[in-house]
């Protein structure tokens, strides 16, 4: 249509699927796509973290399911559509189905896909993850926080909740996007990949961006053993270290991919019964919603994993709090 984008593309996410990660390689190749005919607009930065950090994405999307004049963020689209006529528009929102999944109603989801789809042709991509390890890696991710956690057994009693409301936030955005692709999460990261394919991107400059996505250290990766002992017993290693280990400094050091303990491995928390428990669950909570592709990719796969365990101060040698230390004076520097 003249005047407006020629496509639309809304990558949601999930969480914890590699998002920040993704959105990093947009951003480093803004100039780039937008010669190729992609823009990756500036609209709708969240501050926070990412923008800290030079990263661009479109969670302030999200302010647009807020209560508001349906007018008004008509015409917020529309503003952003005519910046970018006759380009494709690549968008990347987590936050999207995040809101939905944690207080949201639909209509403001509906609402907003509707008139999205009424600026241009849209395609919704969504990389989704089997519950329990979904699950798994976010209370991982939310150690990393200023403010006490509970217990894993409480925690995952409690998200129980948030989980059938995001396989309903799922049925939704399949039952009322024109088109909506799901893509499997790989732990490998080879998913992003499959990302790149769907928005179109043309074949020399996606080669470029695979070839740094397998290059480039994982953002924000899942916690690994050896730095949830340091989390959960700071004092202990910060007695070894003879220095204190401040929580910011590990956050920034993880967020960048910049803390690797040699020897090191997943933290397991959940255990194969609980695994199994939230696994069904999610299931049946995907039929009813009617979210196909969560059935389908995950239907039949067997859930097997080790006994839960909160690793011990003694799992770090010697020359893991050395290297912690060293870390910490460079990131100081």
């Known amino acids: 249509m003249p005047g407006r984008p020629r496509h639309l593309y809304l990558h949601c996410g999930w969480p914890r699927t590699g998002t920040t990660t993704i959105q990093a390689l947009f ?3 803004r100039a780039a796509l937008a010669e190729a005919g992609i823009a990756y607009p500036l609209d709708w930065q969240m501050t926070g973290r990412d923008e800290a950090m030079g990263v661009v994405n479109q969670n302030g999307l999200a302010r647009l399911l807020e209560p508001a004049d349906g007018t008004q963020i008509a015409d917020e689209l529309r503003r952003t559509g005519e910046a970018h006529r006759g380009e494709a528009v690549l968008m990347s929102s987590e936050e999207l189905i995040t809101w939905r999944a944690s207080r949201g109603s639909r209509r403001p989801l509906k609402g907003l896909l509707a008139s999205l789809q009424e600026l241009a042709p849209l395609t919704c991509v969504a990389t989704i993850r089997r519950v329990d390890d979904f699950l798994s890696s976010f209370y991982l991710h ?11 057994q409480h925690y995952f009693q409690q998200m129980r909740a948030y989980m059938d409301r995001l396989m309903t936030a799922m049925g939704e955005l399949e039952a009322d996007s024109e088109e909506c692709v799901h893509i499997r999460y790989k732990q490998s990261g080879a998913h992003q990949e499959d990302i790149l394919r769907v928005v179109d991107i043309p074949a020399g400059l996606r080669e470029q961006m695979v070839a740094e996505l397998r290059r480039k250290p994982r953002l924000n990766a899942r916690l690994s053993k050896k730095t949830v002992a340091v989390l959960l017993h700071r004092e202990a290693i910060a007695a070894r270290a003879d220095m204190p280990i401040p929580s910011e400094a590990l956050r920034r050091m993880h967020w960048a991919g910049e803390l690797n303990f040699g020897d090191d491995g997943p933290c397991e928390l959940l255990g194969p ?3 199994r428990s939230l696994h069904d669950e999610a299931l049946e909570a995907a039929r009813r919603a009617g979210f196909h592709a969560y059935v389908e990719f995950f239907g039949n796969d067997e859930i097997s994993a080790p006994e839960a365990s909160a690793p011990e101060p003694e799992l770090l040698l010697d020359e893991d709090v050395d290297y912690l230390v060293d870390r910490l004076a460079e990131a100081q520097r």
């Open 27 to 29: 951003t480093r190749h």
């Open 142 to 152: 939310h150690m990393l926080g200023e403010r006490p956690l509970l217990g894993p």
């Open 273 to 275: 019964d609980l695994r």
